[in-house]
């Protein structure tokens, strides 16, 4: 059973892998006509002028693609803007090996989005073909069916065929997402010698991220610290002060001041393990990954659902990052987002955690607005993971947590 569940959740996957593929290679087959139509214009000199902006239409299609194969696999590296001018936008090595993918994926990709996309409708129509083939003329059977659909097992016959269609989604799925995305990864991988420079440039952000994150969480625990415990121990020692002083000549009163120091003592001791637990939540030891998500879910005012599909443990930063992650898109979607419910799932694939949190809020969600959603950006790349929030007015809000957890 549960090798059969992680299939249908690889071909469900591998759906929406080649589904946004065919949006790309849709993109890329119109560049392409465009490339082509500039190519013979240039040929008698009034297509140079949109040379340039052809070509940065190429960049843009093909930034899309590296963030799909991105989201969806190892990082794909984006170049930035294509060089000022047209001369040295022909002699960029991201531009000749784009001119090499475009071709492939508007073809091979759209293709192959159009036969991935067909099976899956194939098996829905066959499936539910006893449903409505009454409606139908006998000789009207959808799809390869060549027999007459006359009677209900004329019917069944159909939806086996359908089922026979699901199998072969489940099992070919994955190939078609994988051949279709293996020119981008190929072709849209930086030039060799340069993938070094930029890797280099990349872990140089990171690591300036992880320092800010880390001074960021200093100054927040200083702040907790100066704020609440530091002034709750300053009123245990005034308060034991006092009662020293009316010790002799007042007992009753300096009962009374020394249950007060008391309950200042246990707030202080309080604020002091609600610090503590923002540190490393010591839930996370005690029942992993999934237990603490589990806890989250049930002290959030938004009725929450969670999946957890992690059946190793990953690293205690990971999991503590995957966890701080969780509770503040908890909070912001309590506070900010008006949903009826949210939806938070984690899986593990290979090297990397995917944390996916989903609500039916109002959307509009803005990192600008001071609504925690640039600290989590910080905490995430800070372990050199990658955060795409979707967001649009009217919702649904999503964010999609990539997170490096080894092998």
């Known amino acids: 059973m549960t090798w059969v569940r992680k299939r249908f959740r690889a071909s469900v996957g591998a759906l929406e892998h080649v589904v946004g593929g065919l949006g790309t290679a849709v993109l890329a087959l119109g560049t392409l006509f465009w490339l082509v139509i500039v190519a013979i214009l240039s040929l008698v000199g009034i297509g140079l002028p949109a040379a340039h902006d052809a070509l940065r239409a190429l960049r843009s299609v093909a930034d899309r693609e590296r963030g799909r194969l991105t989201r969806w696999g190892p990082p794909v590296l984006e170049p930035g803007p294509v060089p000022a001018g047209l001369k040295a936008t022909i002699k960029d090595p991201f531009v000749h090996r784009e001119l090499v993918w475009l071709p492939l994926h508007a073809v091979g990709g759209f293709l192959l989005g159009v036969f991935g996309l067909t099976i899956p409708l194939y098996a829905l129509q ?14 009207a059977a959808p799809g390869i069916v060549w027999w007459r659909t006359e009677s209900m097992p004329d019917a069944l016959l159909v939806a086996l065929l359908g089922l026979g269609w699901v199998v072969v989604a489940i099992l070919a799925g994955p190939m078609f997402a994988r051949i279709q995305a293996a020119s981008g990864r190929w072709l849209l991988s930086p030039p060799p010698g340069i993938d070094l420079s930029m890797r280099v440039a990349e ?9 800010d994150a880390h001074a960021v969480e200093l100054r927040r625990i200083e702040r907790s610290l100066h704020d609440g415990t530091q002034n709750r121990l300053v009123a245990v020692n005034v ?3 006092a009662a020293r002083r009316a010790l002799q000549r007042d007992p009753v009163l300096a009962d009374e001041i020394l249950g007060r120091a008391q309950d200042a003592a246990e707030q202080a001791l309080a604020e002091l393990r609600t610090v503590v637990r923002g540190i490393l939540p010591p839930v996370l030891d005690d029942r992993g990954l999934s237990g603490a998500l589990d806890g989250l879910a049930a002290n959030c005012a938004v009725p929450c659902r969670v999946e957890v599909d992690v059946q190793s443990r990953c690293a205690a930063s990971v999991e503590a990052t995957a966890y701080f992650v969780v509770a503040e898109s908890l909070t912001n979607v309590v506070k900010h987002s008006g949903a009826t419910g949210v939806t938070v799932s984690v899986r593990r694939e290979r090297d990397r955690l995917h944390v996916d949190i989903e609500d039916d809020g109002r959307g509009g969600a803005d990192e600008g607005q001071g609504s925690g959603l640039a600290g989590i950006r910080r905490r995430v790349e800070a372990l050199d993971g990658r955060l795409t929030l979707t967001s649009p007015p009217g919702g649904p809000t999503r964010m999609l947590v990539e997170l490096p957890c080894g092998l």
């Open 126 to 139: 066959d499936i539910t073909f006893p449903l409505y083939y009454r409606l139908l003329p006998p000789d």
């Open 239 to 241: 308060l034991l002060g």
């Open 203 to 211: 872990l140089t952000a990171t690591r300036a991220a992880a320092l």
